[in-house]
Structure formats: C-alpha cells, structure tokens
C-alpha cells in the first residue's frame, strides 16, 4: 500500500480549476513532486517543493502544501492535460527511501 | 543535450537472469542519483529504489530488497536493475530517473525512455 495517497480520479470542465492532492504523514518534513504521464509515454517533472515549474512547464500548473498534504492546481485546464498524475516524496522511515503516490487519472470535459 | 538512454525491450522466461541498463550524458554523471521506478500494465508508478554512482551508496524501497539488485559503473555512467530470477509478476515497464535538488526540495528532472521487461513461458 502507498504511503501517499491520491485520488484516483478527478475531471474538470475545459478551462476550469482543479486541484489534485497528496496525503500522507511524510509531507509534514519533505515537499513533494508532481508528475504528468501520458499514455505511452515517461512521466514528466511539473512541479516540485514550494511551487517550482521546470523550464516548459506552463504557469498554469502550480503547487502548494498544508499539513500532511500537498496539492497540484491546474488553473485553466487545457485538453492536453488530460493525463495521470502521481505525487512523489520521501518514505516515513527517515531512510531516505522515495514513493510515489497511486496516481490520479484527470479528465478534462 | 541532458538525456537518459535506457537498453531496448525484453522477453524473457521464467527463472531466466535479466540486466537492463540506464546511460547518462550531457550532465555529471556521479553528481546525481539514479532512481529505478516500476510500473506494472494499466498501474502507477512504484518507486524500487536508487543508486549514487560517486560511491555506489544503493537504497532499496522494502518491496524490492532482495528482490532486484542495483548498481552503477561510473566509467560508464550507466546505471543497472537486475535480476536473478524472474517470475511473470515482473512484467512491467522500468524506467530511470535523474534525482536533482532545486530551491530546497528534490525531484526527478529527467527521465529514461523505459525499458519493457516481459516474462512469459
């Protein structure tokens, strides 16, 4: 079982917000990291720690934390985000291990 | 151009050892760790564990140890995930990944373009 856990599936309307979230006792210590996966494809970086977006990554995608949960906004969905989502931190053990939450399959009406 | 360049796809049988590879280029190679993430056919991603290729310090997620073996060859600057008996249950995709710390957090920037590991008799 996954120590992060997300929502398996979310859906907003074309140009809409939504917000997908991450819960788990880790994110109180460690931020987390937002992948977008496509079918067919490898995961891709969106965002990570205190709302950092990678070089290409449109403003639209944003992230935040609160307590033991962080979340993934998407302000003005566009239809090709339509993807999986997994959120990514460290273990609770303090070992230093990684895991990813179950991911979280946006659909963009 | 930063990239990770993974070995082609695999078919193997039962019992059968497998090595499958990760090279880096465009970057440092040993200043970075290389993660090992799994995902199975329809599923998410599942984090294996990571190796860093300066002293080859290895971690493994307890769902994976004793299971897989990790290593790297830094002359190479290549990473490896192997096995030394695989069952039909590790059908899946593999993919590598490049971990780097900005702004006070850590994330996995660059990714490999999978490798398919299909166990079947």
């Known amino acids: 079982s996954s120590e992060l856990t997300q929502d398996p599936a979310v859906s907003v309307a074309l140009g809409q917000t939504v917000r997908i979230t991450c819960q788990g006792d880790?994110?109180?210590?460690?931020?987390a990291s937002w992948y977008q996966q496509k079918p067919g494809q490898a995961p891709v970086l969106v965002n990570h720690?205190?709302?950092n977006r990678p070089s290409g990554i449109p403003v639209r995608f944003s992230g935040s934390r609160s307590g033991n949960t962080a979340s993934l906004t998407i302000t003005g969905a566009q239809a090709e985000d339509e993807a999986d989502y997994y959120c990514?931190?460290?273990?609770?053990?303090?070992?230093?291990?990684?895991?990813f939450g179950g991911g979280t399959k946006l659909t963009v009406l | 151009e930063v990239q990770l360049v993974q070995s082609e796809t695999e078919v193997k049988k039962p019992g059968e050892s497998l090595k499958i590879s990760c090279k880096g280029s465009?970057?440092?190679?040993?200043?970075?760790?290389i993660a090992w993430v799994r995902q199975m056919p329809g599923k998410g991603l599942e984090w294996m564990g990571s190796i860093y290729p300066s002293d080859s310090d290895t971690r493994y997620s307890p769902s994976f140890q004793g299971q897989v073996t990790i290593s790297g060859d830094k002359s190479l600057s290549t990473a490896y995930l192997q096995w030394r008996g695989l069952k039909t249950s590790d059908t899946a995709m593999y993919y590598c990944?490049?971990?780097?710390?900005?702004?006070?957090?850590?994330?996995?920037?660059?990714w490999g373009q999978g490798t398919m590991v299909t166990v079947s008799s």
């Open positions: 465009g970057y440092t190679f040993t200043n970075y760790w």
């Open positions: 720690g205190q709302n």
């Open positions: 990514n931190s460290r273990d609770s053990s303090g070992n230093h291990l990684g895991v």
């Open positions: 880790s994110l109180r210590n460690y931020f």
């Open positions: 990944a490049r971990r780097y710390y900005d702004s006070g957090s850590f994330a996995y920037d660059m």
